[in-house]
């Protein structure tokens, strides 16, 4: 079993910046592959970054792509989402997962077995 707790999220102008955090707990959080999904009102949920267990290796949607880092510290059993130059379109509920199945990196909301509430993220105009 896995437990995920986001944080971070908030309201700020275009522009700005936030760190998301995801605390895991339960599981060994060295382990498994993580990843962040988005989901705005009245939208799918949609795929936004993913990471392997080792942090070696990212990869990040094409709309978030030179704005968006993800990160993890396994020392800390802790996921980011570093979002820089943020979009009144980057507006919505921000989501961490993880994939204990031994997947490299998954990036299909389906492929994550573990979920965190959410963290709301809303960008001003």
């Known amino acids: 079993q896995v437990q995920l707790v986001e944080s971070g999220g908030g309201l700020v102008q275009a522009g700005g910046s936030l760190r998301l955090s995801c605390a895991a707990s339960?599981?060994?959080?060295?382990?498994?592959?993580m990843g962040w999904f988005r989901q705005a009102p009245g939208k799918e949920r949609e795929f936004v970054a993913a990471?392997?267990?080792?942090?070696?290796?990212?990869i990040h949607a094409d709309s978030v792509k030179g704005r968006f880092t993800i990160s993890r510290d396994n020392t800390k059993n802790t996921l980011y989402l570093q979002m820089n130059s943020l979009k009144p379109e980057d507006t919505a509920v921000y989501y961490c997962?993880?994939?204990?199945?031994?997947?490299?990196?998954?990036?299909?909301?389906?492929?994550?077995?573990?979920w965190g509430q959410g963290t709301q993220v809303t960008v001003s105009s």
């Open positions: 990471i392997t267990w080792s942090g070696g290796i990212t």
């Open positions: 339960g599981r060994s959080f060295s382990g498994y592959a």
């Open positions: 997962a993880a994939d204990t199945t031994g997947r490299t990196i998954p990036f299909h909301s389906y492929e994550y077995h573990y």
